[in-house]
């Protein structure tokens, strides 16, 4: 931004103190001062009974015309690199800033996820349900993840969630934290649906009314 001042004088000197019998010299002086990269550049113009005089100082140095024209144009393009290098700066901050607070909330997100898979995963690890895994099956509308489905996602997308929220902040970026929560979005959904299903065919099958009874506790439980 330019810092100028601009100011005219206007000094009428007159002969006599007593009798003045009329002005005998009119001096107008304009006054511009103009602040680009931490220095003064003054244009001062001098009229004296009409006489044009003109004075271009840099930091208080009177320099020629042309010196002053060629100093002023390139203190102002100093300044205008100095004003877009903040800019984009300040920018870069922000963006950085934005990045971080994104990162770290996707983070939380896929640490809540990987703990709720792995309450999930627990389930289906039961010793009373294991053997009655309902891998692929269709029952009241509902369809269940297929065991290769299933394998895949804990070996290759569960394992990678792991290696991230294990990752320092600075290694894990934004877009795969970001990408790997949608991954896992839908993945409580399916493994509950995996774990009624599981419990659903494990009563059917189930002719020990000790299991039984368990098995409705495990419902119980996981209402909870």
């Known amino acids: 931004?330019?810092?100028?001042?601009?100011?005219?004088?206007?000094v009428m000197f007159c002969q006599g103190v007593l009798h003045a019998r009329g002005v005998i010299e009119t001096v107008?002086?304009?006054?511009?001062k103009e602040m680009a990269d931490g220095k003064a550049f003054i244009?001062?113009?001098?009229?004296?009974?009409?006489?044009?005089?003109?004075?271009?100082?840099?930091?208080n140095n009177q320099v020629e015309q042309m010196v002053y024209e060629v100093e002023l144009v390139k203190a102002r393009v100093?300044?205008?690199?100095?004003?877009?290098?903040?800019?984009?700066?300040?920018?870069?901050?922000?963006?950085?800033?934005q990045t971080a607070a994104l990162?770290?909330?996707?983070r939380k997100m896929l640490i809540m996820q990987c703990e709720r898979i792995d309450e999930l995963l627990s389930r289906?690890?039961?010793v009373r349900i294991k053997p009655y895994i309902a891998f692929d099956t269709h029952t009241m509308g509902v369809s269940t993840m297929t065991s290769k489905e299933f394998e895949n996602m804990v070996s290759v997308v569960y394992k990678h969630a792991?290696?991230?929220?294990a990752l320092d902040d600075s290694q894990a970026t934004l877009f795969e934290c970001s990408q790997m929560v949608d991954h896992l979005d839908a993945v409580p959904d399916q493994l509950q649906k995996l774990f009624y299903a599981s419990i659903d065919n494990a009563m059917l099958?189930?002719?020990d009314t000790k299991l039984l009874k368990e098995l409705l506790e495990l419902i119980t439980h996981a209402e909870r």
């Open 162 to 165: 792991k290696e991230l929220i």
């Open 205 to 207: 099958q189930c002719s």
């Open 43 to 59: 244009c001062k113009q001098e009229v004296v009974n009409g006489a044009i005089t003109n004075h271009w100082l840099v930091d």
């Open 1 to 10: 931004m330019k810092n100028i001042l601009s100011v005219t004088f206007v």
């Open 78 to 97: 100093h300044d205008a690199q100095k004003e877009h290098e903040d800019i984009a700066r300040k920018r870069l901050q922000t963006q950085s800033m």
């Open 103 to 106: 990162r770290t909330g996707y």
């Open 124 to 126: 289906l690890d039961d």
């Open 28 to 32: 107008s002086i304009h006054y511009t």
